[in-house]
């Protein structure tokens, strides 16, 4: 591996992690990679921004930020340090960096519309075909598939597993950070400084120390609430599901031979929701989703036209939480009464919320408390809140969320 | 002029102001218009994005933020309340919240290409032909003429006009704080809360009482360290001066009768530099210039294409500064020796840095203290640190900048 | 009762709520009355300065920021300032700004020495006999009684008695941070904000509306990791055991008609551990205790003086965690065993740790939460992270906590 | 000189400095000095909290703190580190540590009682005759002349007198950032990280690189409004000639031979204003004067007893601005004619103002700047906000202060 550094130490500007800083040249090659560039035009939590208006932030300062608290964890934690050999270290930074380079535009909405995980593209990115492989195959010609298998938790070096996808992992505690930094919403804070002075690799895993359990208490907390209060926010939703409705009339009309008076060609591989390839995702950022929506406003199917106004303008449907199915079911029935399609003009889910995961035994996913007595111990076993907070207890009676026209009352 | 009230405060998060509340209807209608709507698809800050990753922001939220502080003005301070009538509030709100209406993509970076001040722009959309006119005229028909005189600073309530257009009014204030928090910069820190508690109408001005001096010159030396270190950092000059070298070509290929590939609509009425339409204004936001930016890298042309890649995939010139103009012409001429067409290859300015400008005696822009016995006195006949900022002091040696590719040593 | 206003609004500075604001002059002149003065000399947290350096902050500005709590709840929350007529505002406002007025020496750790409560001295000097109380009985000879009855929770206006004394009151928000403030340990920040947003008058009780739960939560959990991470950490009991067993050894003397060389005559009435006159509890603050710490450490008898010099010089006891008596035994014997007189150099305790008291049914202490559907419930009912908090379920098995010299191993 | 470590790194929290982390065990040692422990009952801004009610923070936490400051610049700043040898390194941080442990009680107000300057006391307590002095001379016998060489800027290693005694060193960057944040007046904001990237040592001097200008310029901006909101705030003055003035009066009836009721002991020394010995400062700390001043108004004489009554329950006098010696005069003869001793109840001062001195040439103050093209300047030459500081452009004009009692109208 060719682990060449920069002539001076390259820094981002972060309100988060004060600077993010560059030292490897493939770090910043990356960056200035295509793929990567393209993140800047993906907002980092879809539609949220039409609710929190400032919540305008791209993928691209996530994920700097998630390579920035990796690159401290290597630099801060000896142990850690110490537990890996450069070529792992420069793995780790990597797998950080482009964890989320598989997003397509409004993020997790653009799940709705093609349902793939954005992880089948970020590894098809790195895979092949790509900029970023390329530059990857370039000091490495195994550098691509061995940041693939930390992507997939499969990286014989557990701790880099751990350090990506875990519960409170380098990824998570920039994008907690950040999102309440950028929506204003404070619940997100946590005290990161104390969570990386108790973080530490001990007998091949990654533990933090008991001292260290109100930060991770804050942080779980904090997860919780953003989840609650954010990411679930029901007019976020309403917006991501104006676009999937938005879609969903475009293929019906491809399907029918409908005749547009535009060209669509971004979005025509969209049609069978099956995977794309990297150069039709890549061809996929927001720009081209809010100038077809321009476009798609001047065609003359009503359905279509108004689904892109709604989309553009942001005219949102109105939306409900009810207890019970037969409650979705009076409002499903209602939409069709009055004559709208309800294909379009009815929408229904149960939003899950779950915080904390105690999953089983050995998965790496568990948080590990390392205690006073030098035991290892999974956090909630010892923390009455993050118990509280955990799979079994929370969001056993969510309540349904309905959408509709705000015109139907 | 009808000032029906919501029925309940709509507010919005925002981490600048807490939160920005909306009593009146009309208020709240103006934002959902489609003119402001637009907003949210134009950076606040340009290409500054490009060099401070996470200065991401719109111009919606500031504009809404410049609201939220000119409704604190009217509701925290007495003798301005007092000073008011309801349709004067009213009217200083709407153009406090419309003031930045008119601006085009990459805000201030567009007037290079179209050389039309966003203000006339603004102007235009509240006065005919637009969501927003009608929105106004339907509760005053004199309303958009009386917001109009307010922008142009010539309504004949003087606290109005310079609550929107003084060097410390309602949009810098605003826009310090936020550009300071998203780009991470902490430059532009002021204490807002105690601007607030000093400023006041008296005798029909606004001025500030004299125990504010220090609040006001920690905001004008943090305007002079955000034009410097900020606003006019010659990375994201040079990002905006690519977009400007890709339209001339554009602009010289339309002219030159070239056959594009592609249809581009929205940008053909550039061609003259001459003023648009309210509708083409409308219709020109980013997501059309980066739509277009990845069309054109489909073109033969190998400059247009060249300069749409730069353009996406930020690939900037790199920037020199230089004393004496023979430097400048150094460069030019090397450019050209190489075989580089310069009309599109170089590019060179002198930028200027002025942060408080002292004006004429009666001039509404002035910053006016009103000493402790009850003198009114212009502030940086008192402040030694605002007269070392002002006009005639800063920026008399300025360097020149030159930007031409990086592959030229 | 006299509601005069002082002629212009007197502020303090306070970086826990901006200013402090003082409009009614009965309020200020308490503030300049000598017992409230007093309070300056007595630090809010007792010992903790001993551990965390910067906890140096007095019951002078917790008292006038509970105060500015209560002031800000008053004016910004419609339904209590309508709940309530001129009278009770004030008594409440009065009442916030005198809860603490009868602390002693280093607050908490003076009811060692002396095992009254500080409410009674705060009553006494209310009742009569001080400053405090003619100021009271000078603007209405009832207004003593009356905030006595708030302080002691049976005011006829159940309203102030939850304001001041519930789970969630003006005291516990301005301490809990202040407190984070100036120890520096994050922990107890919420978003003070939201809660001044959420909370209400409803049907004659205290409620905060659904939507402030997060907030709350945070509020909870807050105080939770506060009491755990500094309000009990060992050192600083160390410091106050320390101050107990002087004072213990100086009794211990008295009793025994010892020759001292030098004048006690504020510490005398400690000897009977009963309750102290007003004038007494008044010549307690902690200057006398470090001045007479400096004079016992020139006497002659050496547990006496060694005392003294552990109190002045911060030469604290070991402390360890240990989960059985049997443990406790075996350092007490160790003591022993090695010649210590273990009345003075040996101290056990098992600290308990609760957080949120769910009381009875009626009880004004527990949070009540007024639902989506207008109704009013116990809030550990609806937040499971509240419920893992509460009484029954934290601090069971809560280590004990031994105390010996350090020379001890 | 032996440079033994802690087993582990012990660290203090501080809100200004994250943590305080000490690693040599000396350090640690002096930490636990009696004559360290002594400055945590001196208040770091005298009587400020008078003033502004947080400012509560002692020498203690400030001292630390600066050690904390000169901590990071020597392991964060390659070119300073390099510089210096261990024994270098390690004076530097003893002389950060301990440049104010020779201050008395409120600090800078105890020089008007007794007029030697706090440098002279923390000499002598390094230099013999003390816990301290045994300490340093345990490690190295030569270790307390080489402190006090650097405390009086003479170290053959200039960067160590410019690490503590310059413009901006370690000293300075501490108390601005800790008295805003204690007496919640934010004027003192300045990007330390910001300067501690831009600092380094270059030709065997300090200096600062160019583009930390900004941050320079806002340190400097802040000194300039801390001294004129807080420093030199009136009330403090208010608040400190009261305490002078009881001095005075005590000395004059000592003079006198008056029979006091009490002993006074530790404050006699004082009455020759000369220099007091090691364990006479030592026994000065502020609870003996609060003690102290609770005894002197028990005596008989009404003017003593007065001022130890003004003193203990901060009854101030007046404070006026004037213009001229006349207006002075004036109220100077007020006082007389209406028959109050004017040696007690009069005093006048005309305060300076000087925030950026430009020392000689050579003058080890000065702050350099390193500049792009790689010379050294004197940073007012650049700076116009500097210069606009600077001592011969501010304070000329000054106003008089006259201090009287408010009962004289």
Not at 182 to 209: C, M, P, S
Request: net charge neutral; hydrophobic share 35%.
């Amino acid at each position: 591996m060719n682990f060449e550094k920069m002539n001076e130490t390259k820094v981002f500007r972060d309100p988060i992690n004060g600077y993010v800083k560059v030292d490897y040249k493939i770090i910043y090659d990356l960056i200035c990679s295509k793929e990567f560039q393209r993140l800047k035009r993906i907002h980092q939590l879809g539609g949220t921004f039409q609710v929190f208006p400032t919540a305008e932030h791209s993928r691209f300062s996530h994920s700097i930020g998630a390579y920035e608290i990796a690159r401290r964890i290597i630099n801060e934690v000896p142990t850690i340090k110490n537990s890996l050999n450069e070529e792992e270290q420069l793995t780790l930074l990597i797998a950080a960096l482009l964890h989320d380079v598989g997003h397509g535009p409004f993020s997790h909405a653009f799940e709705m519309i093609n349902p793939i995980h954005h992880e089948e593209y970020t590894i098809s990115i790195i895979k092949d075909n790509s900029e970023i492989n390329s530059l990857l195959k370039n000091i490495d010609v195994d550098l691509p598939s061995k940041v693939i298998s930390v992507i997939k938790k499969e990286h014989p070096q557990r701790l880099l597993n751990q350090l990506i996808s875990s519960q409170v992992d380098a990824d998570r505690m920039d994008y907690l950070l950040r999102d309440s930094y950028f929506t204003g919403a404070t619940y997100g804070y946590f005290d990161v400084e104390r969570v990386l002075r108790v973080i530490r690799a001990h007998e091949g895993q990654i533990v933090f120390k008991e001292s260290g359990i109100p930060a991770l208490e804050n942080f779980m907390l904090g997860r919780y609430h953003m989840y609650k209060q954010v990411y679930h926010h029901s007019s976020s939703l309403s917006y991501e599901v104006i676009l999937l409705k938005l879609f969903e009339r475009f293929f019906e009309l491809v399907e029918n031979n409908y005749v547009f008076k535009n060209d669509y060609k971004y979005i025509l591989p969209l049609k069978n929701k099956s995977k794309l390839s990297n150069q039709e995702i890549y061809d996929l950022d927001e720009s081209v989703i809010n100038f077809y929506a321009k476009l798609l406003a001047e065609e003359e199917d009503k359905i279509l036209r108004e689904f892109a106004d709604r989309f553009t303008n942001r005219k949102l449907f109105a939306f409900y939480e009810v207890k019970t199915k037969e409650e979705v079911e009076y409002y499903h029935q209602k939409v069709k009464s009055l004559g709208y399609d309800d294909r379009y003009y009815f929408f229904s889910d149960r939003p899950k919320q779950i915080v904390y995961k105690k999953y089983g035994k050995n998965d790496l996913s568990n948080v590990m408390i390392l205690t006073k007595d030098n035991k290892v111990v999974e956090i909630s076993k010892i923390s009455p809140v993050v118990k509280s907070l955990s799979s079994d207890r929370v969001g056993d009676d969510s309540d349904y969320i309905v959408l509709i026209p705000k015109e139907i009352k």
